[in-house]
């Protein structure tokens, strides 16, 4: 009985085996191998002509990039370009509509919408396609090849992949340049003092309006806006003075970067706003008496930069690797040392209390890339931003116990008139600070020892809940001077 079931199963397996092999396997790749209006390698071609009822748009491969050569020479968008290809190249034939139809008209073919004509890297053609209406339902197109008399049913995305104007095409690029290879950047907003950072090295210095260490990271940060700035239409092309409408008579900021061994320099002027508020577009100007263009509004704020922006806020630079013991005490005299013994960090006087090192080491590197958010003060007076008697004092020392630098921070304020200031000890900058950075520095002990099981979780932290000292067998004390356990 087991071996009838056995073998009528196997039969069963078998069977549903050859259907899948004899039936659905052709159908699946017959549906694979769909049919395209045009057979022919998107690799070999050389040319594309578009023609539409009132224009006629031509593009040429050269060197291995695509230029339009008619109605004007212009640079294109290669990535554009690569699109429409596919769209010609990947057009379904889904069906013949009409082997021979008495009028063209109904289906749009009399006057097509496009008509696409192909070159080959040998100089031959592939037949002409023109694409005439959309059909109402189905998400489908009319189509004609050459002069076949057949109309036949493409898809809806072959129509409008087609149909691009002489902008779509264009490449939208305002600015080139390579970043590793820009040597200066010079930025005038309005009537301020212009910015000039030049690079030396790996990194940037700010050379005006004052002399002094820039943040690599803004100034390539900068760069790379000016480089992905793309252009949303054109607007004026003539290299005549500009339409004062345009507000570049004076620009409202002029940004020079200057690249390369021959030190080329480029230039953009941002101007006004477009007067058609809904598209929220800025007018700019590539050199002076060059091509006006639109660009996102947004960009305004993103270039409109002052010195500030670039200086390097970094409130104490040390190397990590020699960091031995840090030390931080509250505004209340508090303190407790994070040290680093045997390539771990440890918490001094934790007794059995259980380290946690990732977290430290966490803590120590938010120390070592802390960064204040503006400049307050640059005149050394510590005491009317109250680092005077921070609520947060961190002393990095280096293995040997000597001294790396000290953080203060303070804060003034509650509510929305809370303002947080940080400085390195014996410096004259004094920095603002993010609320979100300060808690990431506004750690107590607690924070740094596993919680063992049913001990409370830890309370705030010293500056924010304005905690008094440790005692001297390491417990912190509670706001009420109770010790707590750790």
């Not at 007067?275 to 002076?288: F, L, N, P, Q, S």
């Not at 690797?321 to 209340?332: C, E, F, H, L, Q």
């Not at 409370?456 to 000292?469: E, R, V």
Request: charged share 30%; glycine share 8%; hydrophobic share 40%.
């Amino acid at each position: 009985m087991r071996f009838r079931s056995t073998l009528v199963l196997a039969l069963l397996v078998a069977a549903v085996g050859a259907y899948l092999w004899l039936v659905e396997r052709p159908a699946v790749e017959k549906e694979s191998e769909k049919k395209t209006l045009l057979t022919i390698d998107r690799d070999k071609v050389s040319g594309i002509v578009l023609e539409y009822p009132e224009s006629r748009i031509e593009l040429a491969k050269k060197d291995g990039n695509w230029r339009i050569v008619a109605p004007r020479d212009l640079e294109a968008d290669q990535t554009v370009v690569k699109s429409l290809l596919g769209a010609i190249a990947d057009a379904e034939l889904k069906k013949t509509i009409d082997e021979k139809p008495e009028s063209l008209a109904p289906f749009g073919l009399d006057k097509p919408a496009a008509t696409v004509t192909l070159t080959l890297e040998d100089g031959s053609h592939p037949p002409k396609v023109s694409v005439g209406k959309t059909t109402p339902v189905g998400y489908s197109a009319y189509a004609r090849r050459d002069d076949e008399p057949a109309v036949l049913l493409t898809t809806a995305a072959f129509h409008s992949g087609v149909k691009k104007d002489l902008k779509d095409l264009r490449d939208k690029t305002v600015l080139t340049f390579q970043d590793d290879a820009v040597q200066e950047l010079r930025i005038r907003a309005g009537t301020q003092p212009e910015v000039v950072l030049r690079k030396e090295g790996d990194g940037w210095v700010l050379v005006q309006p004052s002399a002094a260490k820039a943040d690599t990271t803004q100034v390539r940060s900068y760069l790379s806006t000016l480089r992905a700035m793309r252009a949303l239409d054109f607007v004026d092309e003539d290299k005549s003075p500009p339409d004062p409408k345009y507000g570049l008579t004076p620009p409202r900021i002029v940004v020079a970067v200057v690249a390369g061994d021959k030190k080329e320099e480029q230039k953009l002027l941002v101007g006004g706003a477009s007067t058609d508020t809904a598209k929220k577009e800025i007018y700019v100007e590539r050199g002076e008496g060059g091509s006006i263009f639109t660009v996102g509004d947004y960009l305004f704020t993103s270039l409109a930069k002052k010195p500030s922006d670039f200086r390097d806020k970094t409130v104490l630079a040390f190397e990590k690797d020699k960091v031995g013991s840090v030390v931080v005490t509250d505004a209340n005299g508090g303190s407790y040392t994070l040290e680093k013994k045997d390539g771990k960090w440890t918490v001094a006087a934790a007794g059995e209390a259980k380290p946690k090192d990732m977290i430290i080491d966490r803590f120590v590197d938010d120390l070592r890339t802390l960064k204040g958010a503006d400049i307050a003060s640059e005149a050394g007076d510590a005491s009317q931003f109250g680092l005077d008697k921070p609520a947060i004092k961190i002393d990095v020392r280096g293995a040997d116990g000597g001294a790396l630098g000290t953080i203060l921070a303070a804060q003034r304020g509650t509510g929305q008139e809370k303002k947080l200031y940080v400085a390195a000890a014996g410096g004259k900058t004094v920095y603002t600070l993010n609320d979100y950075v300060f808690q990431r520095i506004d750690k107590r002990r607690a924070d740094f020892l596993e919680t063992a099981p049913g001990t409370p979780a830890p309370g705030a932290s010293p500056a924010a809940a304005g905690a008094t000292a440790d005692d001297d067998d390491g417990g912190d004390l509670d706001a009420d001077g109770d010790a707590d356990a750790d």
